[in-house]
């Protein structure tokens, strides 16, 4: 697969949106749960979300992050940001939007939050998405999938 670039969405119709996006992006999504469409179009390296809701509106960008193809390449990355001095947010074996990860947050200094993550397996059915106590950003209100998201 190769590492993707993954956007998260907050869309006022979800049922418009993902119609356009199955257009212009020539696939069907991936996953589709209440709330929430995610896309992977073999064309493009990128892994597309799309959700309800959510801080600041439709129409804006929830986070940013890249997707890898190992828990390896997480860690390589988590050591590197950690050695260079930033701050950093780890979720390790997190339940988020569906799909069980390993990833680290960072926060640019405008607010953006990145994640590098690894998806180690999709979730059966509709399990809660939960990011674990403690780990959240200072100064955010992002929570996984719901009210101000971070769903992969």
Same mark, same amino acid.
């Given at each position: 697969?190769?590492?993707?670039?993954?956007?998260?969405?907050?869309?006022?119709?979800?049922?418009?949106?993902?119609?356009?996006?199955?257009?212009?992006?020539?696939?069907?999504?991936?996953?589709?749960?209440?709330?929430?469409?995610?896309?992977?179009?073999?064309?493009?390296?990128?892994?597309? @979300?799309?959700?309800?809701?959510?801080?600041?509106?439709?129409?804006?960008?929830?986070?940013?992050?890249?997707?890898?193809? &190992?828990?390896?390449?997480?860690?390589?990355?988590? @050591?590197?940001?950690?050695?260079?001095?930033? &701050?950093?947010?780890?979720?390790?074996?997190?339940?988020?939007?569906? @799909?069980?990860?390993?990833?680290?947050?960072?926060?640019?200094?405008?607010?953006?939050?990145?994640?590098?993550?690894?998806?180690?397996?999709?979730?059966?059915?509709?399990?809660? @998405?939960?990011?674990? &106590?403690?780990?959240?950003?200072?100064?955010?209100?992002?929570?996984?999938?719901?009210?101000?998201?971070?769903?992969?």
């Amino acid at each position: 697969m190769g590492a993707k670039v993954h956007l998260h969405l907050h869309v006022s119709d979800l049922g418009k949106s993902r119609e356009f996006y199955e257009k212009f992006l020539g696939v069907s999504p991936v996953k589709v749960k209440q709330g929430y469409v995610k896309f992977l179009p073999e064309w493009a390296p990128v892994n597309l @979300a799309l959700s309800t809701g959510g801080p600041g509106g439709a129409g804006t960008i929830d986070h940013v992050g890249v997707q890898v193809d &190992s828990v390896e390449t997480v860690m390589t990355e988590l @050591a590197r940001v950690k050695s260079a001095g930033l &701050s950093v947010v780890e979720e390790m074996a997190v339940n988020c939007c569906h @799909a069980n990860q390993d990833k680290f947050w960072v926060k640019d200094p405008d607010g953006v939050e990145w994640e590098v993550y690894h998806l180690n397996y999709d979730l059966e059915g509709d399990e809660p @998405a939960t990011r674990p &106590s403690g780990l959240t950003l200072v100064g955010t209100t992002t929570s996984c999938c719901g009210g101000g998201t971070s769903c992969t």
